[in-house]
């Protein structure tokens, strides 16, 4: 019996080691040929997606239905139009985006700006509406 609660409680322990990821954001670099957006899935499931983001010049204006999504300013600078609201994002800014909420970006920066961002439930691209007035 020792033997058994032994080996369960190896395999606990191994399990939840192997879940954790490390993704140093520095690490993350867009191919030479990536577009104006490159997209880096770091890991998810069915609650949550966790993505690097680099954008070159531009995101446009979108909103998601069915999920929220956090992101963090890694590097560079721009402007974010959320709600109809102008921001100005520098890097270390968090900024909260509910669902249903209209959002488009604009670097500022010289370099391209690098977001993490963090979308529940799970992002998979289907909820995405861009806005036809573009």
């Not at 920066?109 to 963090?118: A, D, H, Q, Y």
Request: aromatic fraction near 8%; glycine fraction near 6%.
């Amino acid at each position: 019996m020792k033997t058994i609660f032994f080996f369960l409680m190896l395999t606990c322990i191994f399990s939840s080691l192997q879940a954790q990821i490390v993704v140093p954001a520095d690490s993350v670099k867009a191919p030479q040929d990536a577009g104006n957006v490159y997209v880096h899935r770091i890991a998810g499931d069915s609650l949550v997606t966790s993505f690097i983001i680099i954008i070159k010049e531009n995101v446009p204006m979108h909103k998601h239905e069915t999920h929220s999504e956090h992101v963090y300013i890694i590097e560079g600078t721009g402007t974010m139009v959320l709600n109809g609201t102008t921001l100005y994002i520098k890097e270390g800014d968090v900024i909260f985006i509910p669902k249903g909420s209209w959002h488009s970006v604009v670097v500022t920066s010289t370099t391209p700006l690098k977001v993490l961002s963090i979308q529940a439930p799970e992002f998979d691209g289907k909820d995405r509406i861009m806005y036809k007035n573009q």
